[in-house]
């Protein structure tokens, strides 16, 4: 079982609409979770953080965590073209050691 | 206002050839990150320094050093290329491991092609 997983996707939302992105994990002990958004042939820029339980709220962005279900999900609000890339799930493993990515999961907003 | 800067960023290099890959940062972090991303594959971190003089293992270490030279700079060697190693390199920083609301940083990546 992979540490970090994503479904590669590409998911396909319509503009306007919410794009909902999940992650699941598999170190019960993890602390804290980031997602990065990347374009085409650019480097990751974060959106988000969250280390507790519940939502955490940033614009259209919401970050949801579940920790009993080892879950994590990205919600997109009002979706727009330009948020068209790939989004990178990141987990910091219990022992605060080391940064784990998922593989991405492929976003396609269409007008 | 620089943050991670990595060098070079596209570079060729036939099988069994070495290289370092550069990257230095000016945001006074602690720790430092080598990454490369292959298609569909996302993120694998290669090696990681926590703080200067320290350096560890990550995912994918094999055929591969690092040195973290001081605070600023940590670099990536390559010391014989192969095909496999064709990749796109990321170097990030943050201001230490672990800490929940420390993301990392990124640089702009290098592209390497192994021939």
């Known amino acids: 079982q992979k540490e970090v997983e994503q479904n590669s996707g590409p998911l396909s939302v319509p503009e306007g609409a919410i794009a909902s992105l999940n992650c699941t994990y598999s170190?019960?002990?993890?602390?804290?979770f980031f997602w990065y958004r990347q374009y085409s042939g650019k480097s990751p820029e974060l959106i988000m953080f969250?280390?507790?339980?519940g939502d955490k709220e940033d614009g259209r962005f919401t970050a949801q965590l579940n920790k009993a279900s080892q879950y994590v999900s990205l919600l997109i609000r009002d979706s727009q073209p330009s948020d068209s890339a790939t989004y990178l799930c990141?987990?910091?493993?219990?022992?605060?050691?080391?940064?784990?990515f998922g593989s991405g999961t492929r976003l396609s907003i269409r007008p | 206002n620089a943050g991670v800067t990595q060098t070079p960023k596209f570079q060729v290099l036939k099988t069994g050839q070495s290289m370092t890959l550069q990257c230095a940062q000016d945001?006074?972090?602690?720790?430092m990150y080598w990454y490369r991303q292959d298609p569909g594959m996302g993120l694998r971190l290669i090696y990681y320094?926590?703080?200067?003089?320290?350096?560890d293992k990550g995912e994918v270490p094999n055929g591969y050093n690092v040195s973290r030279l001081n605070k600023r700079e940590f670099s990536l060697r390559l010391e014989s290329a192969a095909p496999s190693q064709t990749s796109v390199y990321f170097c990030?920083?943050?201001?230490?491991?672990?800490?929940?609301?420390?993301?990392?940083?990124f640089g702009d990546g290098t592209r390497l092609s192994i021939l």
């Open positions: 320094s926590a703080s200067e003089g320290t350096t």
């Open positions: 990141a987990v910091c493993l219990s022992s605060a050691s080391k940064i784990i």
């Open positions: 170190d019960r002990g993890s602390q804290s």
């Open positions: 990030a920083s943050s201001e230490r491991v672990g800490a929940p609301n420390q993301p990392q940083h």
């Open positions: 945001m006074n972090h602690n720790s």
């Open positions: 969250i280390y507790s339980n």
